[in-house]
């Protein structure tokens, strides 16, 4: 396999197996492993042989978007960012987002990836063998106007799927710089306080007679069992239970 000059940065971690790749134009003993990470700047290319199952998650980011992010995290010029090539790197940092970022795409909890996906822009830039940036410091959070508007569309919304870009168009803000300002303004990222309103719902649901997998969809959840997974994560029992106790 072959990477030819490709347009913006990849992420890559292996998830499974990876023995039998390595990379041709690099090190000939250094192969893939759960857990390695490889990035791959913009306009670089690569020679790969792969001769063994793996399972590896890619994270592709475009250019623009990655100079934006280093802008407004670290309040410097975008064109000072450069990426480093990394081949096979062991990084657990970057390891747990992108395995967050991978469990949030399977279950279908697209705000929790889409805040996994810049935490891991944001943790590689501190990284000290990548740059080693210190963040700028956040005061204030969101403005008031904004923290109520952002609010009513939660609410007005749990039933749908709610993108973290979508919420930060409400403040006309990069999503990554709202992430981080509402924290700031409530102590939780959007996908905690998303999931909170969301089991509030359904507890308010479940003292009706609804079918429960009804009451999944009208509160947001993908599936019943998704609905009951998180509902017992955040009250220590499943929605059955919780409604038997009603």
């Known amino acids: ?86 081949t096979f790197a062991d990084a657990p940092a970057l390891a747990r987002t992108l395995r967050q970022m991978t469990q949030a795409i399977v279950a279908g909890s697209h705000l929790q990836a889409e805040e996994a996906m810049a935490q891991t822009i944001n943790d590689f830039f501190v990284d000290p063998r990548y740059g080693g940036m210190r963040p700028c410091a956040i005061s204030g959070g969101l403005a008031p106007h904004v923290r109520r508007r952002s609010l009513e569309y939660i609410e007005a919304n749990l039933g749908e799927t709610i993108r973290l870009q979508d919420l930060a168009a409400i403040g006309q803000l990069s999503a990554f710089h709202f992430q981080r300002m509402f924290r700031a303004s409530y102590g939780v990222s959007p996908h905690g306080w998303v999931a909170h309103r969301r089991i509030e719902r359904a507890k308010s649901m479940l003292s009706g007679m609804d079918p429960i997998a009804q009451i999944a969809s009208a509160c947001g959840f993908s599936s019943q069992s998704h609905m009951t997974r998180a509902f017992k994560l955040g009250t220590g029992v499943t929605p059955s239970a919780y409604r038997q106790r009603q």
């Open 1 to 86: 396999m072959s990477y030819q000059r490709p347009n913006g940065h990849t992420f890559s971690l292996y998830l499974r197996g990876g023995a039998g790749t390595r990379r041709l134009d690099g090190s000939p003993a250094a192969r893939g492993r759960p857990g390695v990470l490889c990035i791959m700047p913009q306009e670089h290319s690569s020679e790969w042989e792969i001769t063994d199952f793996s399972q590896f998650v890619h994270l592709y980011v475009p250019d623009d978007e990655m100079r934006r992010m280093f802008a407004e995290t670290f309040d410097r010029d975008a064109r000072l960012m450069a990426l480093p090539e990394v």
